[in-house]
């Protein structure tokens, strides 16, 4: 019965991601013939937004543009990645005119070349004219595309910004001349390859010493990802690929997690503000976007400036938060922590009562905070009193 449930439920995603997708004919001089795109756009996607999203370019449309639609749906509803627009190639027959290539350098030829340009100078300029994306594109290919895909690189600034190989079958010298390529990079890249231990063998050797090729790379603008997936045929391994190519393309657009928190938050030698500053700046330079830092987050580095005795950077997490969000009884809630951990006082009694006219945060209420402040004003008060009988028996 549950397996029932499930299949029914599985069904009704694939019928919404279905409904939502549209198909464009596109007429090509390059290739002096019309092909048809499948495009899914963000669900709540706004032409008249100033909101960017990603490029995600499938080849072989026709069997992996699903795939590649249901991994990135999964993903952006928990927000591990930006909502992007997905634009699949349907290829067909096509196909192995498409991915002609050179026998020695293993880059496109001829009617390969042709589908090369009509990427690169027709179908990429007409996306971001008509939709509203950033500069973040990512190629996805499979086995023979998966070669096809690496040409791409060559350029003089690499035409996509993150490439997927799942199994490529590399021809000619391509994979000797990738590693040379990644190795002087001036570009940031992403660079994702995978194969499984029960890949066809031709396939597996070759992406296998690739790998061993490109794993010693010191490159710090190269990205690089490798998996070897087990118990997957050449087909079935597109799945898992996928789910992991994106999870790690990604990785930084994620919110702060326990992991983070404890690798490079805690041990960061500076203020806290400045680490989640870069590290924003860090995803609107990458992917083109611009993504909010969250009061969540802020709570996070909060626990973790206590955690270091860290006053300073409680106070300058409290100033950007003010900053970022002035209605917000946050930054001036913790501006007041601050100056209270430095026994002043009168400032922090004044900075929460500020804070009690802001909007309330979600982890700490109005009530907890007014008997903080009557706590604040008692203990002031005694200290007064204590003070002014020690003056009278002097």
């Not at 799942?166 to 001349?177: L, R, Y």
């Not at 118990?231 to 997690?257: C, N, W």
Request: overall charge negative; hydrophobic content about 35%.
């Amino acid at each position: 019965m549950k397996n029932a449930i499930c299949f029914i439920i599985s069904l009704l995603c694939c019928a919404q991601i279905s409904a939502q997708v549209t198909y464009e004919k596109f007429e090509s001089r390059k290739l002096n013939s019309t092909r048809q795109l499948k495009i899914k756009l963000p669900e709540n996607y706004d032409p008249e937004s100033e909101l960017k999203h990603p490029v995600i370019i499938v080849f072989d449309g026709e069997y992996l543009f699903e795939p590649v639609v249901g991994q990135v749906s999964f993903q952006t509803h928990f927000d591990e990645m930006p909502e992007s627009i997905i634009v699949g190639i349907i290829q067909g027959e096509e196909r192995f005119y498409d991915s002609y290539f050179d026998e020695v350098t293993g880059l496109p030829f001829e009617s390969g070349d042709r589908f090369y340009k009509f990427i690169e100078q027709e179908l990429i300029p007409h996306l971001d004219a008509t939709y509203n994306t950033s500069k973040f594109k990512v190629a996805v290919g499979h086995d023979l595309m998966g070669n096809f895909i690496n040409a791409f690189l060559f350029h003089e600034k690499p035409v996509f910004q993150a490439y997927i190989n799942i199994s490529p079958d590399f021809k000619g010298v391509m994979s000797e001349n990738i590693t040379t390529r990644l190795e002087w990079l001036e570009d940031d890249i992403f660079y994702y390859m995978a194969t499984s231990d029960n890949d066809i063998k031709s396939i597996r050797a070759t992406v296998r010493s690739t790998n061993e090729s490109l794993k010693s790379l010191d490159n710090q603008h190269l990205t690089y990802y490798f998996d070897e997936l087990k118990g997957d045929t050449h087909y079935q391994l597109v799945t898992g690929a996928l789910s992991k190519a994106m999870d790690r393309i990604f990785e930084l657009y994620k919110p702060l997690d326990e992991k983070e928190l404890k690798e490079k938050v805690f041990p960061y030698e500076g203020s806290l503000d400045d680490y989640i500053v870069d590290r924003y700046n860090r995803i609107d330079e990458l992917f083109g976007i611009f993504k909010p830092i969250s009061e969540e987050e802020l709570q996070q580095l909060i626990d973790v400036a206590e955690k270091r005795e860290d006053l300073e950077s409680v106070y300058r997490i409290g100033k950007l938060a003010n900053k970022l969000n002035p209605n917000s009884a946050f930054g001036t809630y913790y501006m007041g922590l601050h100056a209270e951990k430095l026994g002043k006082t009168k400032k922090a009694v004044k900075l929460y009562e500020s804070a009690l006219a802001l909007e309330d945060m979600v982890h700490i209420d109005r009530e907890f905070i007014m008997s903080h402040v009557e706590g604040l004003k008692l203990v002031e008060e005694e200290t007064e009193t204590e003070t002014e009988t020690e003056d009278e028996e002097n």
